[in-house]
């Protein structure tokens, strides 16, 4: 198992960035996938990025070119540039991480999550 921990949410106007940070500990993160989950306010869950060891990276349409997801193995940290916020991106952001490679979408095959961090975006 690998601990999480989110931060760098906060209160922004539609059209600002906020740049999320995940910080994991463990040993063997460098072969964990990684990825960010956000929840609405009577939502499910729904995925928003994911990153393989290798840094092979797949997003959400509803993301697509607006965020960045990246890791940095060797510092055990994953973030999430978000450019041209809206204020349908407003959730609670959760890191997640998998141990091994998963190319799915799906929160239920992540073992390890973090406590999140709200991202409010006014209009």
């Known amino acids: 198992q690998v601990q999480l921990v989110e931060s760098g949410g906060g209160l922004v106007q539609a059209g600002d960035s906020l740049r999320l940070s995940c910080a994991a500990s463990?040993?063997?993160?460098?072969?964990?996938?990684m990825g960010w989950f956000r929840q609405a306010p009577g939502k499910e869950r729904e995925f928003v990025a994911r990153?393989?060891?290798?840094?092979?990276?797949y997003y959400a349409d509803s993301v697509k070119g607006r965020f960045t997801m990246s890791r940095d193995n060797a510092k055990k940290m994953v973030y999430l540039q978000m450019n041209s916020l809206k204020p349908e991106d407003t959730a609670v952001y959760y890191c997640?991480?998998?141990?091994?490679?998963?190319?799915?979408?799906?929160?239920?095959?992540?073992?390890?999550w973090g406590q999140g961090t709200q991202v409010t975006v006014s209009s």
């Open positions: 997640a991480a998998r141990n091994g490679y998963y190319s799915g979408d799906s929160p239920a095959h992540y073992g390890s």
């Open positions: 463990g040993r063997t993160f460098s072969s964990y996938t």
């Open positions: 990153i393989s060891w290798s840094s092979s990276i």
